[in-house]
Nanobody, 128 residues
Framework: QRQLVESGGGLVQPGGSLRLSCAAS????????IGWFRQAPGKEREGVSC????????NYADSVKGRFTISRDNAKNTVYLQMNSLKPEDTAVYYC?????????????????????WGQGTQVTVSS
């Protein structure tokens, strides 16, 4: 079965860090652009950070620039999102998505479109 599985979410205090993982099973990620999206209660799903298939191009939402870092390890078939200096407004369910057809990482982050694969999501809560 082809699927994406996110992990690494949890409860963290403001200013803390978390690292999310997005692991693929049943297929290899090396031909796919990968995006991290998030959805807070009552809000639309938004692009947080996206990465090209080679990892050479990345894109970040303005709200997370300088705090979040996306990376990928194609040998491990996994993409990561390192989140530092977390704020309460980062609280959301975080999803990863994969698609081979999007032209750029920036284009992928622009819309939470029906990409080929979506994970089930992992909750991130930033609270004291």
């Amino acid at each position: 079965q082809r699927q994406l599985v996110e992990s690494g979410g949890g409860l963290v205090q403001p200013g803390g860090s978390l690292r999310l993982s997005c692991a693929a099973s049943g297929f290899t990620l090396d031909a796919y652009k990968i995006g991290w999206f998030r959805q807070a209660p009552g809000k639309e799903r938004e692009g947080v950070s996206c990465i090209s298939d080679t990892g050479g191009s990345t894109n970040y939402a303005d709200s997370v620039k300088g705090r979040f870092t996306i990376s990928r390890d194609n040998a491990k078939n996994t993409v990561y999102l390192q989140m530092n200096s977390l704020k309460p407004e980062d609280t959301a369910v975080y999803y990863c998505a994969a698609d081979p057809s999007i032209p750029t990482a920036q284009a992928m982050c622009a819309h939470a479109a029906p990409y080929d694969y979506w994970g089930q999501g992992t909750q991130v809560t930033v609270s004291s």
